[in-house]
């Protein structure tokens, strides 16, 4: 068969396949088929192709979907996967130990200026218009004396900030849409998930939007020196 | 979004992270709900979450992040199969083998879809995402949009020309390029 009804016979054994043809092409196949009845044995082959292309190009598609957002609440549970799986800074910072024993000193000092930093700076400021807005998100519901515990933390770590206490993630979801909207106003919000194991901070500072998450650490303290670090860098 | 930093992702970086759940979810997604929307919608999500569990667990493996999305994709088709192959042995185990027509839309009657896809459901986790990383890169567009619309959608060639802005007369012959790739691909059991 040359190129040119090779070209017509896959047209043809396509149209066919797929219910398109009209009863002129389904001839012109029929007669075909019958002049060169080795053809036969390529139109199954070209139906087996089909078959295998109509069985695997639905996963292929599926593969290449862009569509659908990551719900909120599953992005604590995959980042505790990756610190459990992979360790992350965390374990990083373990495994570097013994290189930086030489500079344990100079480390010790740059933690007490920081301390001094982290207390002393949001003693001088103003709070003029800003907001910080704290939650605990207790899921779990069985640990109230931790995150009553826990609670007594963040909420001296941001005196005058109340903590609300949220035992589903919908009542979450809620109150942080409830949240003030005024672009012209520097706000933080601070969102304990000790599931997630995690602080994730969001807001707007200068009319910019900034969003981080924080794994906790050492413990909690630690971590909530680092995020108040963090709150103040934007200009808080 | 541009590839994620595979160097980063394995040493846990939780940002390189964050934004990899956010590039993969709609993948592990679409994957779950092509196998379950038709029988268990509500296992959908579960399924695309543990996908992704299970592909943290894999990445140090990884080679190139090229690998991500199809070895994303045949972690949650696996994932999806084991699922239906669980709960309809567990069915005809307790003598329920009709319940599976009651699960079915506007009154049709649906087969187990196992069998139909059975050629796929055997490749393993990493031959699937070979194959799908293959069909990726090899089906570009429109090649595989022109397929799809031909063989998943039904589109009949003036239409496909028309919306994939090609010439009707080069639509036989993307089909037929993109039919060969598919043999290619997929039509051969690879020797392990």
Known sequence: MNSMNDERFFDLAMKVTAQQASDAERAELDALLRSQPQLKVELERFQADVQMAKNALPLVEATQATAGKLPSYVRGRLQTKVRQTLGGPAA?????????????????????????FLVAVPMMRTPTGLLIQVAVLDTTGGTRGTVTNDTAVLQGMWRGSPVQTFSSIIELEAWEKNLATDVRQPIARIIYDPAAGEVRVSGQSKGKPFQENFPLEKDLITTLQR?????????? | MNLPDLTSLQQGDPSAWDAAFHWLWPTVFAVAQLKLQSYFPSEIEDIAIEALEELVEKVRAVKSADELKPLAASIAHHRAVSLLRERFAKKRGEGKTDSLDAATDEGQTKHEPLSEDSPLADLDQKELAQRLGKSISELKPPLGEILSDFFLRGLRYEEIARNRGVAIGSVGVYLKRGLEAMRRIWGEREEK
């Open chain 1, 92 to 116: 990083k910072k373990e495994t570097d130990r013994s290189l930086i024993w030489g500079w344990r000193w100079a480390l010790g000092l740059a933690t007490a200026v920081a301390v001094v």
């Open chain 1, 227 to 236: 995020v108040k670090a963090f709150v103040l860098e934007r200009g808080f």
